[in-house]
């Protein structure tokens, strides 16, 4: 029976104040009523708890732990050490997208993984021990425990644990980088070496299959021609759709974008749904309701707009609910308003907006497309739109989805809009036809031997993702059944190509805690603008502010962000680095002020995103039955933090 006492808490971490010793349970772990004794409350694998004490017990030369489930003093029983995986770090690893990477293969120990990464012929040794996995014919001296199961594991939507024990930097041949991760997963002692889920299933699901587009259209004055064009390529596309007999399977929507009716006369909107893809069933319904969409007739207030505020807006005003898998198609001849500009209506950096569309709301799976049309009147504009896009666009397996069309040429654009769309519809065609996973792993792209084979081709590795992550989800597919074993972060075939994304497990209290010296760092940069040379001064005011030791900032070798102690100890020791956390005092007086800028934009838009992730209630996760508000997590993802 758990006891509670309100003065107890669990033990620290060494070196730490604040981070507390926790566990992880191996299968088969049961409470016992003291040190020694016998189990008598059996737990779930990987439940988290926290350790209150160490307990040698005479004779066996076992550690028994006390534990609880929280730090508030809930203490649950005893556990044998043996039978729990230490877990300092809350890091957990998840799947990237399967559009143009190979499954994942764990291995049993470092010493395998280091002799794979040393084989010239990696490549191919992984081809065949995936062949032979999927056969059951691996040889008994193989290195390989398990392997990924064949359908997308789907991390947003049905949470697993993967925890990350260790990591340590390893070279791939050609000397290519990639991290070695030592992982746990469950599994029990008396279960087939090799654990294969949810692999080559027959399932009449793959018929039930729904995709959602919806292109995000600029509709400042300049946009005239690009409309009318996105209007005559659909109704060829909606032909084809009424003919394959996908209607249903595919939906088609519209949302412009303008700028801020209170801010700008006569200019209408800022964003409006002209088309909603829950209500389009024909070539008509489109034509129709999009009908009215046109170019402004007034001029917006900057050359770049609010593209961040309308895919927003197609995100969380359009119901997504009765689809699976959502595609969004900006399209543009500007850059957008961002963490730098002052009338942007969603302040936020490039990669932020990226990280809220890939974790949002119920997190469905979406691909963003930016088709950029570089005309001659936006040239100043093209880089830093072609820096934004080429960001907001590019999924967790590294590939951006970015297309220009040089000089905005309309007939270019039309093309590239058309093959485009002649893509989705054909992947979802693919999926309603496929019989397993196997089938949409394999499907190949059509090459057409024009110019927009690239689109093509990426609009073919985007819905195999997403048909996979579908299947995943229908088929309960999960991460391989506990073990632990090592694998690399990186595709074997392609090394640019993540195999997984790292996230950091944090409470509401460790996000709200983020956010807050977030805040109290960009008020020391903003200070530090002022005069550089007392930029430490600053972050030591804002270490006092936060409750942290002020002596540790600026003191010794202390120099940089990350050692000052204004951070939480929960950043500390991860495996990222981040131009943040390293900056000197030296590196903020060498900056130019639009340099420094760039910095406090970025922190600002980190704020926001922060915000976001705390508002998102469908994303909060409790580990264990029973955990409270507070001691849900949030999944951030490594490259989200500062």
Not at 43 to 54: A, K, N
Not at 131 to 141: G, H, N, Q, V
Not at 225 to 240: C, F, G, Q
Not at 403 to 408: A, L, Q
């Amino acid at each position: 029976m758990a006891v509670s006492a309100q003065d107890r808490r669990p033990l620290l971490l060494e070196g730490k104040t604040a981070l507390y010793q926790k566990i992880l349970t191996r299968p088969d772990a049961s409470l016992a009523e003291g040190p020694g004794g016998p189990g008598t409350r059996a737990l779930d694998p990987f439940t988290v708890l926290y350790i209150y004490q160490r307990h040698p017990v005479d004779g066996g030369g076992q550690t028994y732990l006390e534990v609880g489930p929280d730090a508030k003093g809930t203490v649950s029983g005893f556990l044998p050490e043996s039978a729990t995986v230490p877990w300092d770090h809350a890091l957990v690893l998840a799947f990237t997208d399967r559009g143009n990477r190979d499954r994942v293969l764990f291995l049993e120990d470092e010493a395998s993984l280091d002799r794979w990464l040393n084989d010239p012929n990696l490549a191919l040794r992984a081809e065949e021990a995936r062949k032979r996995a999927d056969e059951r014919t691996l040889p008994e001296d193989s290195p390989v425990l398990s392997i990924e199961p064949e359908a997308y594991v789907d991390f947003a939507n049905e949470f697993y644990m993967l925890p990350v024990l260790e990591a340590k930097p390893k070279r791939l041949p050609g000397r290519k980088r990639a991290m070695g991760v030592r992982i746990a997963s469950v599994t029990r002692d008396d279960a087939p070496k090799l654990q294969l889920l949810n692999t080559r299933q027959n399932l009449e699901a793959l018929g039930e299959f729904r995709a959602g587009v919806v292109f995000v259209i600029d509709a400042s004055s300049s946009m005239q021609p690009y409309i009318s064009r996105t209007r005559k390529v659909m109704r060829e596309v909606l032909d084809k759709v009424a003919d394959a007999g996908l209607k249903d399977k595919v939906r088609f929507g519209v949302v412009g974008y303008r700028d801020d009716p209170a801010k700008v006369k006569g200019v209408g909107y800022l964003t409006r749904t002209f088309a909603d893809p829950n209500q389009i069933e024909s070539t008509t319904d489109f034509q129709t309701a999009v009908e009215p969409l046109s170019a402004s007739k007034v001029s917006t207030r900057a050359f770049s707009e609010d593209a961040f505020a309308a895919i927003d807006h197609a995100m969380g005003r359009i119901d997504w609910q009765g689809f699976d898998a959502r595609y969004l198609v900006l399209i543009t001849d500007a850059s957008a308003r961002d963490a730098s500009s002052p009338i942007a209506t969603l302040p936020l950096t490039a990669a932020d907006m990226r990280r809220d569309i890939q974790g949002g709301s119920k997190a469905l799976p979406t691909a963003m497309y930016v088709l950029h049309l570089k005309t001659p009147v936006g040239a100043d504009d093209h880089a830093k739109a072609e820096a934004q896009y080429t960001e907001l666009s590019r999924l967790d397996s590294g590939r951006s989805l970015y297309y220009p069309v040089p000089s905005g040429d309309p007939a270019a654009f039309e093309r590239k809009v058309g093959s485009l769309a002649d893509a989705l519809v054909e992947q979802v065609r693919q999926t309603r036809d496929a019989k397993d996973a196997s089938d949409i792993a394999n499907a190949p792209a059509a090459p057409s031997g024009d110019t927009d084979d690239d689109l093509r081709q990426s609009a073919a590795e985007v819905g195999r993702a997403m048909a996979l992550a579908y299947l995943g989800r229908v088929s309960g597919s999960k991460a391989p059944p506990m073990f632990e074993a090592w694998a690399s972060d990186r595709d074997f075939a392609d090394p640019t190509v993540p195999a997984f994304s790292v996230r950091l497990l944090l409470s509401k209290n460790q996000l709200s805690d983020l956010q807050r010296t977030m805040q109290a760092t960009v008020t020391a940069l903003d200070a530090g603008q002022i005069d550089p040379g007392d930029f430490f001064n600053q972050l030591r005011s804002a270490a006092t502010a936060m409750g942290r030791d002020p002596n540790q900032v600026g003191q010794g070798d202390v120099r940089n962000l990350a050692a000052t102690g204004l951070m939480g100890e929960y950043l500390e020791g991860l495996p990222y680095q981040s131009r943040i956390m390293s900056l000197t005092e030296d590196d903020w007086i060498r900056m130019s002020v639009g340099e420094q800028q760039s910095i406090i934009d970025d922190v600002n838009s980190k704020i926001r995103l922060y915000q976001r992730f705390h508002d998102d209630s469908d994303r909060w996760i409790a580990l264990n039955d029973g955990d409270d508000a507070g001691d849900r997590v949030y999944p951030v993802p490594l490259d989200a933090l500062p």
